[in-house]
């Protein structure tokens, strides 16, 4: 129980090269009490039936002499008392094992969720929305449930253990003869394989397409107006098409593996029918024992059945695990900002777009100190925004020297966190939900006050037509209907505004505003919130104010 | 109107596709079931001849039968297993493509856009997920274990009529519990759906808004957030579990049940001497094979409850929220002319009135700017001309039609939208700028590039070939206007709608933006949104918005002192 409200653990990196079993093992012990609770419920749900058998045959026995004797209709009781026993328990069973696969289905969730949102777009993994939604989603449940065959293999072995010492002391000639039966756990091997292989098409597939679904819905506007939206829905359907097929035969393999050992219990029954036939002729093998033999024989199978899947399924959970660490991999949880002075200068020397996709930029040098507003201007696709995002450590791209009362900070993120920077920029996420919300990013510290101080700076006042629901009216993620472009920006604008900072980075927040309204904002905010204002714009009533104007060439122009 | 669409209806529809693969799981399903009931009565006469004065010969031959009848049964259960899943996933893709066509083609665009977008992908893959993996793996077993057990029963009639009479009632006693279960897990599992929905859809947002939560310190709060929603969803998920998997400890209890009335009345016969031992082992056996599928059923039924709650949800996505199929007019052939007569509008859910009484006039081949402060209407004005929403209150006419009646063909052959949410797509430059359409020369797309000073396009590795978009190149944002923009050049339409198509770019590629509307405007009628003055200059008209109503139109010198002085934009 306590387990469920730790936060997520601050692996470090080095955790992650142990590989998948002492990925579960780690986790296994992380819900220890919860798991060691389902362990033993269930070894009690699959260990009646054993001994139910063992009365049925003890029961058949008695029953050839003495049919109605006290003593056989005390065999039946304890058999049909055993099973509604295992009936009473089953609930509890399920519950428990529901619990644990779904907190620790949550844990890689929050820590994927944590380490995701903990690193820059640049930063982290490139890849989709829909890819990092998809593997959230479905990779961490794969990994869960397969933590929950585990404890099923502890259980399921012990008992089986018991399971043959009861046969062996039975008839031990008939118990060596089921052998063969185990022979198929190397059949198993050869199929695990091809079954890993063709999990790891059908996720990459699946990742593939929940990306390109999420392409289409958001350029949905554009595809409707301009009559391509037919166009996307067939080569989707193609994409569909082309996915079945491989999900098709994965299922296949997985269902020969499994089919595999759930037949077996037809050969063993088969087997112990051949072998006993002489036995039976000659006495020294009853009819109990063969019910026993029988009991078993369905038991036993049902067992290897479980392995076999669980092969199966290790194979696809070593996948998932890989998909979804990817998304954690290199991430370290919990790293405090850096301690330093506040800011009495910053000195950005040679600061220049390098490597990454774009062109390089004629390297900027500036000095600011609080109070100052700095102007970045220049011609699109000379990289200002990637240098802001540079800046800040949002971007790896970019080299030279970023210096914070002398220390040098350039591509240090942990440094660049409130309350050290407030960011906005042009094209800003928001989540589905109340302006509150969007606000208060979960920052008890963000009261009404403070939001609505930063509101009326950006000329958003609750209650007005802009926002008629005051501060719960309600924000769309994707690009919302209430919203225009201009009040997106100033939504950005204010959620910066709403937490302290020395340094605002602003990247082009004014380009959809009116002329009167972007002069009010830029007359309004470097007063009211004196800090280092570095804004990318093109507004020339911030250029006639601005301390500092700096134009971004493309490098060699 | 749509018709009603229910959740059977969509099964049927997606399973019209794969009909001869479901006849053929069924009878391969058929056979191995054969096989399975025949296991016991085989038994029972080895276990009588074994008891009876025989030879071993007889037992052997009767052990080798058994192993001819397993083997057959394995080879049809797989089979079955093959044939099944490609009929189930047949299935869900069919239903798959059908909500996602829809969704895309059908719901509103404002719909659509102002939805998060992994509550869609949750709609479009999840759902289809849970009905393919329902069908493939529960759908024909649970029809096959319906028929097993009822063959049991049947054979267990036969032989021991006291024992099948008990047994039955219990049957109908725990098929009615079943039903009851059904029920109450299908609405569980569909609220619990719903709220996982939501869940993802907040996760998904905020990876989206991962670069702006990061500086602001808000780095850690999806993830706290998740952790909350995430112990609310497992409260509610496992009450929906655990409510569908009580039917497996309920077959427990009547399999306990019944094996005691069955053994019961066996051993009152077998000691007056009405049965065989052989027939009380064959009991035992057929109620033994009794538990196996019903315990699968119960997760099975786990299984069926998602699908049915899976294909509830489809239906509900196929019938909700669908736009009221227009008129479907054409427009008129030659140039065309705009208008809006007396035109209110609210947005659908909201009481504020964002237009009131507008009417404006634009003569075919002529130029309209709409200026106004932010959040004066502006582009609600530009959503309504391009039919994205109907006014509540008199007219907007494209060429005399009403602009949400206009025919998509029609309208995408005839009018070019340069959206300020210009998204560009993970495809090639050429797809991106051609929009899609492979018969457009190179050369062509080049022309249109260089026209609008995009020489950088040139200078790329993979020139036309670069993959842009999510996991391509990362272009800036006035890199990515330029692209839509020459997607919109390229098309020779008579009608040109632009909202803010100039706010990203600057000064120096805006003067030549500026140009280029100038020449477009000369053989086309033009309807732009836009903020800066020097964009106006190209305009015959300019209308000025406040809150929601057309303040003053101003013309030739007005437009010029409008120009000089920005300022009075905002009057």
Redesign the interface.
């Known amino acids: 129980m306590t387990a469920?409200t730790a936060p997520?653990p601050a692996a470090p990196e080095q955790a992650d090269r142990g590989g998948f079993v002492r990925a579960l093992a780690r986790l296994g012990v992380a819900f220890a009490p919860l798991y060691v609770c389902t362990l033993l419920v269930w070894t009690v749900v699959h260990g009646l039936p054993l001994v139910v058998g063992y009365a049925?045959g003890a029961?058949?026995d008695r029953?050839?002499a003495a049919?109605?004797d006290a003593g056989?209709?005390g065999l039946?009781a304890l058999?049909?008392g055993a099973?509604?026993a295992?009936?009473?328990v089953?609930?509890p069973g399920?519950?428990l094992d529901?619990?644990l696969i779904?907190?620790v289905s949550?844990r890689l969730?929050?820590?994927a969720?944590?380490a995701?949102?903990?690193?820059?777009?640049a930063r982290?993994p490139?890849?989709?929305?829909?890819d990092?939604?998809?593997r959230?989603?479905d990779d961490s449940d794969e990994v869960a449930e397969f933590l929950g065959w585990s404890a099923d293999f502890v259980y399921r072995t012990v008992l089986l253990v018991i399971a043959l010492v009861v046969l062996l002391r039975t008839d031990w000639v008939t118990t060596l003869a089921l052998a063969p039966m185990v022979g198929g756990l190397a059949v198993a091997g050869l199929l695990k394989r091809r079954v890993g292989a063709l999990a790891d098409d059908t996720r990459a597939r699946?990742g593939h397409?929940?990306?390109?679904?999420?392409?289409?819905?958001?350029?949905?506007?554009?595809?409707?107006?301009?009559?391509?939206?037919?166009?996307?829905?067939e080569e989707?359907?193609h994409s569909?098409?082309l996915r079945?097929g491989v999900?098709?035969r994965h299922?296949?393999y997985t269902?020969?593996l499994s089919?595999l050992f759930?037949?077996i219990v037809?050969?063993g029954?088969?087997i112990v029918?051949?072998v006993v036939?002489?036995r039976?002729?000659g006495g020294g093998f009853t009819?109990g024992d063969?019910?026993l033999f029988?009991?078993y024989v369905?038991w036993l199978s049902?067992q290897i059945f479980f392995f076999g899947r669980a092969v199966a399924r290790h194979q696809n959970a070593k996948v998932s695990h890989e998909r979804i660490g990817e998304l954690w991999r290199g991430f370290r949880a919990d790293r405090p900002?850096p301690a330093g002075p506040p800011l009495t200068e910053l000195t950005v020397t040679g600061l220049a777009r390098r490597g990454?996709?774009?062109?390089g930029s004629e390297p900027v040098a500036f000095t600011g100190r609080p109070g100052d507003v700095v102007l970045l201007?220049?011609?699109?696709?000379t990289?200002?925004?990637?240098l802001l995002?540079g800046l800040?450590g949002?971007d790896p791209a970019v080299a030279g020297s970023v210096r914070w009362n002398g220390r040098e900070v350039l591509g240090d993120?942990d440094w660049?966190?409130?309350?050290r920077?407030?960011?906005?920029?042009?094209?800003?996420?928001?989540?589905?939900?109340t302006v509150r919300d969007n606000l208060v990013?979960?920052?008890p510290a963000v009261d009404e006050a403070v939001m609505a101080r930063a509101l009326a700076a950006v000329?958003l006042a609750p209650g007005s037509?802009?926002l008629?629901d005051g501060l719960d009216t309600p924000v769309?993620?994707?690009?919302?209907?209430?919203l225009?472009?201009?009040?997106r920006q100033?939504l950005?604008l204010a959620?910066?505004l709403c937490?302290p900072a020395e340094v605002y980075?602003v990247d082009?927040c004014d380009?959809?505003?009116?002329?009167?309204?972007a002069?009010a904002l830029w007359r309004t905010l470097p007063v009211r919130w004196p800090g280092l204002w570095v804004v990318v714009s093109?507004n020339e009533d911030l250029a006639a104010v601005a301390d500092r104007v700096i134009t971004v060439r493309k490098a060699g122009a | 109107m749509t018709s009603t669409v229910t959740g059977r209806g969509v099964l049927g529809e997606g399973a019209r596709h794969v009909r001869g693969g479901i006849w053929g799981a069924f009878a391969a399903l058929a056979v191995s079931l054969a096989c399975d009931l025949a296991?016991p009565l085989l038994?029972r006469a080895?276990?009588d001849d074994?008891?009876g004065a025989?030879?071993?010969g007889a037992?052997?031959g009767?052990?080798?039968g058994?192993?001819g009848v397993?083997?057959v049964?394995?080879l049809a259960?797989?089979l079955t297993?093959?044939l099944s899943?490609?009929a189930g996933?047949?299935i869900a893709?069919a239903i798959?493509?059908r909500v996602?066509?829809h969704v895309?083609?059908r719901r509103p665009?404002?719909a659509?856009?102002?939805?998060?977008?992994?509550?869609?992908?949750?709609e479009?893959?999840?759902n289809a997920d849970i009905i393919?993996e329902a069908i493939?793996e529960a759908g024909f077993r649970v029809v096959g274990n319906i028929a097993l057990a009822v063959g049991t029963l049947v054979i267990m009639f036969t032989v021991v009529p006291q024992a099948g009479l008990g047994i039955t009632l219990l049957v109908v006693v725990v098929a009615f519990a079943l039903v009851k279960l059904t029920n109450l897990a299908v609405e569980r599992w569909e609220r619990a759906r719903e709220r996982k929905a939501r869940i993802?859809?907040?996760?998904?947002?905020?990876?989206?808004?991962?670069?702006?939560?990061?500086?602001?310190?808000?780095?850690?709060?999806?993830?706290?957030?998740?952790?909350g929603d995430?112990?609310e969803l497992?409260t509610a998920?496992?009450r929906a579990?655990?409510g569908g998997?009580?039917f497996?400890?309920?077959t427990?209890?009547f399999?306990?049940?019944s094996?005691?009335i069955g053994?019961?009345v066996g051993?009152?016969l077998?000691?007056q001497g009405g049965i065989t031992?052989g027939t009380?082992?064959m009991i035992?056996?057929y109620v033994?094979r009794l538990r196996?599928p019903l315990e699968d059923m119960s997760s099975q039924v786990d299984l069926v409850q998602r699908l049915l709650a899976a294909l509830n949800l489809a239906a509900r996505s196929l019938t909700g929220g669908a736009e009221p199929e227009g008129a479907r007019r054409p427009l008129p052939a030659g140039p065309l002319d705009v208008r809006f007569a007396d035109v209110g509008f609210a947005?659908p859910g909201?009481?504020?009135r964002?237009l009131h009484g507008v009417d404006l006039v634009v003569p075919a081949g002529s130029a309209l700017g709409v200026?106004?402060?932010?959040?004066a209407g502006?582009?609600t004005v530009l959503?309504l001309l391009?039919g994205?929403a109907r006014p509540d209150q008199g007219r907007v006419l494209i060429g005399g039609v009403d602009a949400a009646d206009v025919d998509?063909?029609s309208?995408?052959?005839r009018?070019s939208?340069l959206?300020?949410?210009?998204?560009?797509?993970?495809a090639t430059v050429r797809e991106n700028v051609t929009?899609?359409d492979d018969t457009v020369p190179d050369a062509e797309v080049h022309r249109v590039l260089d026209e609008l000073g995009a020489g950088?396009v040139r200078?790329l590795p993979d020139g036309l070939d670069t993959v842009v978009?999510?996991?391509g190149?990362?272009?800036?944002?006035?890199?990515a206007q330029?692209l839509?923009g020459a997607?919109v050049m390229l098309r020779h339409s008579d009608l040109l709608i632009v909202d803010?198509g100039t706010?990203?770019?600057?000064?120096?590629?805006?003067r030549g933006w500026t140009a280029l509307l100038g020449r477009l405007a000369e053989d086309r009628t033009v309807v732009m949104v836009a903020?800066r003055?020097a964009t106006l200059s190209a305009m015959d008209a300019v209308a000025v918005v406040v809150?929601?109503r057309v303040d003053d139109v101003l013309r030739g010198a007005d437009i010029t002192a409008l120009a000089e002085k920005?300022?009075e934009?905002?009057r």
Not at chain 1, 211 to 232: A, C, K
Not at chain 1, 377 to 381: E, L, N
Not at chain 2, 503 to 510: A, C, F, I, V
């Open positions: 469920s997520p049925i029961l058949l029953a050839v049919p109605t056989t209709w039946l058999a049909v099973m509604a295992r009936a009473l089953l609930l399920l519950a529901f619990t779904f907190r949550a969730k929050e820590r969720v944590a995701t949102t903990g690193r820059s777009s982290g490139r890849l989709s929305g829909g990092v939604l998809n959230v989603r699946q397409i929940a990306g390109r679904i999420t392409d289409v819905l958001t350029g949905i506007r554009d595809l409707r107006l301009g009559g391509r939206v037919d166009w996307h829905v989707l359907s569909f098409g079945r999900q098709a299922q296949m269902d020969l089919g759930r037949n037809m050969f029954t088969a029918l051949v036939s002489t039976l002729v009819i063969l019910a029988l009991t369905g049902e900002v990454g996709d774009g062109p201007t220049g011609p699109i696709g990289g200002k925004s990637t995002r800040i949002l993120a660049w966190r409130s309350p920077v407030g960011f906005a920029r042009q094209g800003a996420g928001f989540v589905d939900g990013l979960g920052d000329d037509p802009e008629p769309g993620a994707g690009g919302a209907q209430q225009s472009g201009g009040q100033r950005a959620r910066m937490r980075v082009d380009s959809s505003l009116d002329a009167a309204t002069r093109h | 296991g038994v080895y276990v074994a008891t025989t030879t071993t037992l052997v009767y052990a080798l058994y192993f397993a083997a049964g394995v259960g797989l297993s093959y899943t490609n996933w047949g893709d798959r493509s996602f066509r895309v083609t665009v404002l659509v856009e102002s939805r998060p977008q992994g509550e869609t992908l949750e479009v893959e999840g393919g493939a993802f859809g907040f996760v998904g947002d905020a990876v989206a808004a991962r670069d702006d939560l990061l500086p602001l310190g808000a780095s850690g709060w999806p993830a706290r957030r998740l952790h995430l112990r497992l998920e496992r579990y655990v998997r009580a497996w400890p309920l427990q209890l399999f306990a049940l094996f005691g053994f019961g051993l009152q077998l000691g031992i009380l082992t035992y056996l033994d196996e947005y909201s009481d504020a964002v200026v106004g402060r932010t959040g502006k582009s959503n391009c994205l998509p063909v309208f995408a052959a009018v939208v959206s300020q949410r210009a998204h560009l797509f993970a929009f899609f950088w200078d978009g999510t996991g190149r990362a272009l800036s944002e006035g890199e330029v839509a997607r803010e706010s990203r770019l600057d000064p120096e590629t805006e903020h003055a809150d929601g920005p300022e934009l905002s």
